[in-house]
């Protein structure tokens, strides 16, 4: 039976301090700061019933108040070093909200470092994690077959190979493999109770979205940055807020 989720959270984690691309978050593509890109994408989902913009920088909160976002208050320098796991992240925004009487069904994370999200991709994640039931959702997109686990190999104590996934025997044709996939970072939603309980942004029932391979884009150094500017060009009016 599907899931009613009536109040969900986006949560776009916005800290100050990139090394790879300085101030990335707040970097204009496009005309507008990069954090925008995923604030808009909230902003258009009708499931999404609050938009945070989770930083450490006064500055990047009054860009992201600018933009649409609840920014009020600025996150503690304790969760703000670029080794913060983003489940304490999530978990403060919940404290925060929870003393200000809040609860919210589950949370949507958006990851401002990958802006570019499909039109209809968030509203269909959140309808198929609904529906499944499932403790969480990811995005994700195809692995090339020639990366597919069941072709991998890892090496044992004594320097051998055996296949990474167990089996005895290769899957021989290409036809025979069954589809793998690896995140892409443009979406993780996670019920609360999963959240606060289990401390996971996964749970046990790990539902996913497939996105395609033509938006993905993961801003981490200049090259990164290059690269999604060429797609915000190549993929005009079929993303979120273009």
């Known amino acids: 039976m599907p899931t009613d989720l009536r109040n969900i959270l986006a949560i776009i984690p916005a800290r100050s301090g990139s090394k790879g691309v300085k101030d990335k978050n707040i970097r204009i593509l496009d005309g507008k700061p990069l954090l925008w ?13 609050t938009t945070l913009v989770s930083t450490d920088s006064e500055q990047y909160a009054e860009i992201a108040r600018a933009c649409g976002a609840e920014a009020p208050w600025l996150r503690p320098a304790a969760l703000s070093s670029d080794t913060t796991a983003s489940i304490d992240v999530v978990i403060h925004a919940l404290e925060y909200y929870r003393q200000e009487g809040q609860h919210f069904d589950a949370v949507c994370l958006l990851q401002p470092t990958t802006p570019l999200r499909e039109k209809g991709s968030l509203t269909g994640a959140i309808e198929r994690f609904r529906m499944l039931d499932a403790d969480a959702l990811i ?5 090339p077959h020639e990366y ?8 044992d104590a004594q320097g051998l190979l055996r296949i990474a996934t ?22 993780y939603l996670t019920k609360t109770s999963v959240l606060l309980e289990q401390h996971s942004l996964y749970g046990e029932k790990l539902a996913y979205w497939e996105n395609s391979l033509d938006f993905r884009v993961n801003i981490d150094v200049e090259a990164d940055w290059a690269l999604a500017e ?7 009016n079929r993303f979120i807020g273009s």
């Open 139 to 143: 995005s994700v997109v195809p692995v």
């Open 37 to 49: 890109y995923s604030v808009e994408a909230a902003r258009q989902c009708p499931y999404i019933h």
């Open 148 to 155: 597919n686990p069941h072709w991998l190999f890892e090496a």
């Open 166 to 187: 167990g089996e005895k025997e290769i899957i021989r044709r290409r036809q025979e493999l069954p589809p793998a996939f690896m995140r892409d970072g443009s979406i």
């Open 230 to 236: 060429e797609k915000v060009i190549s993929l005009k």
